[in-house]
């Protein structure tokens, strides 16, 4: 194992992680960095990256009997010890695998314009945050670092990945580890409003799980004893920092705006609560 990560070559760098090569591997580190409406803000957020990174694993572990992923051991560099982890090298899927269960955030938006999510018809009369009959797919393009996501309807999203058959497959499989998740969150007294995944395959593997999974970043959690359909939820996820990044008239171009202590604190609060309830384990 390399000494550091400066004996490594770095792979790629985004948002929250930056990848690393090791050899035939990646080793996978997660920042304390927090992005809103896809701008990295100036502060972090202590034991931001830890919790990103446990969290993937115990669902990594949950979910290995639906869909295989890449993680290999958490055989890291000292420094990354707790927030990285080895996984094989995929070639990724260029779209975000969303799933929705409830009608919030940009699906809210576009259901309001048009009485679809990503050219999926909805029912008339939803309201802000309702459960929807069953868990929809409606993925999203990968944006370059700076700008943002743009949802695509399904036959769109099988032209960026070239098959419709892998396409209906990656939907399956996304629906049901968000099923899974669900499952386990509600059984916690948390709600799994929506969430995204990232595929790519591996030679014997079409579809292999990557990135993170099921994290405060890449998903909504709201409490169940709180929730209320009509109306936004509170939430355990980064929902509060940009609720607060919209509170100060922020115009969602860079920089973003600084973040005082109490939502820096509040915002790591959350963020623990939502690891510790979900996998029943604290945060050493």
């Given at each position: 194992?390399?000494?550091?990560?400066?004996?490594?070559?770095?792979?790629?760098?985004?948002?929250?992680?930056?990848?690393?090569?090791?050899?035939?591997?990646?080793?996978?580190?997660?920042?304390?960095?927090?992005?809103?409406?896809?701008?990295?803000?100036?502060?972090?957020?202590?034991?931001?990256?830890?919790?990103?990174?446990?969290?993937?694993l115990f669902w990594f572990e949950l979910t290995a009997d639906v869909c295989p992923n890449h993680?290999?051991?958490?055989?890291?560099?000292?420094?990354?010890?707790?927030?990285?982890?080895?996984?094989?090298?995929?070639?990724?899927?260029?779209?975000?695998?969303?799933?929705?269960?409830?009608?919030?955030?940009?699906?809210?938006?576009?259901?309001?314009?048009?009485?679809?999510?990503?050219?999926?018809?909805?029912?008339?009369?939803?309201?802000?945050?309702?459960?929807?009959?069953?868990?929809?797919?409606?993925?999203?393009?990968?944006?370059?670092?700076?700008?943002?996501?743009?949802?695509?309807?399904?036959?769109?999203?099988?032209?960026?990945?070239?098959?419709?058959?892998?396409?209906?497959?990656?939907?399956?499989?996304?629906?049901?580890?968000?099923?899974?998740?669900?499952?386990?969150?509600?059984?916690?007294?948390?709600?799994?409003?929506?969430?995204?995944?990232?595929?790519?395959?591996?030679?014997?593997?079409?579809?292999?799980?990557?990135?993170?999974?099921?994290?405060?970043?890449?998903?909504?959690?709201?409490?169940?004893?709180?929730?209320?359909?009509?109306?936004?939820?509170?939430?355990?996820?980064?929902?509060?920092?940009?609720?607060?990044?919209?509170?100060?008239?922020?115009?969602?171009?860079?920089?973003?705006?600084?973040?005082?202590?109490?939502?820096?604190?509040?915002?790591?609060?959350?963020?623990?609560?939502?690891?510790?309830?979900?996998?029943?384990?604290?945060?050493?």
């Amino acid at each position: 194992m390399p000494a550091t990560l400066d004996d490594l070559k770095l792979h790629a760098s985004g948002k929250v992680r930056e990848i690393y090569e090791d050899g035939e591997e990646l080793i996978m580190v997660a920042s304390d960095r927090i992005s809103v409406y896809d701008v990295i803000l100036p502060t972090e957020i202590p034991d931001k990256g830890r919790v990103l990174t446990q969290m993937s694993l115990f669902w990594f572990e949950l979910t290995a009997d639906v869909c295989p992923n890449h993680f290999i051991s958490e055989d890291v560099p000292a420094e990354a010890a707790g927030r990285g982890m080895r996984v094989r090298k995929l070639e990724m899927y260029p779209v975000e695998c969303v799933v929705r269960g409830y009608l919030s955030g940009s699906g809210w938006k576009e259901y309001r314009e048009t009485g679809e999510v990503c050219g999926i018809s909805l029912p008339e009369g939803l309201q802000e945050s309702d459960k929807l009959p069953e868990p929809i797919f409606t993925p999203a393009t990968k944006a370059e670092l700076g700008d943002h996501d743009e949802n695509v309807d399904f036959d769109r999203a099988a032209e960026i990945i070239g098959s419709r058959p892998l396409t209906e497959e990656l939907r399956r499989v996304s629906i049901d580890i968000y099923e899974r998740g669900a499952e386990h969150a509600a059984e916690r007294g948390i709600i799994l409003a929506d969430t995204k995944f990232e595929f790519g395959q591996s030679p014997g593997a079409e579809v292999v799980l990557a990135d993170e999974v099921l994290t405060p970043d890449s998903s909504r959690f709201w409490p169940a004893d709180t929730y209320e359909p009509g109306k936004a939820q509170p939430s355990f996820d980064k929902q509060y920092v940009r609720d607060y990044a919209d509170s100060v008239g922020w115009d969602h171009t860079p920089p973003g705006p600084e973040l005082p202590d109490d939502v820096v604190q509040n915002t790591r609060a959350k963020y623990i609560e939502a690891y510790e309830r979900i996998t029943d384990r604290k945060l050493d």
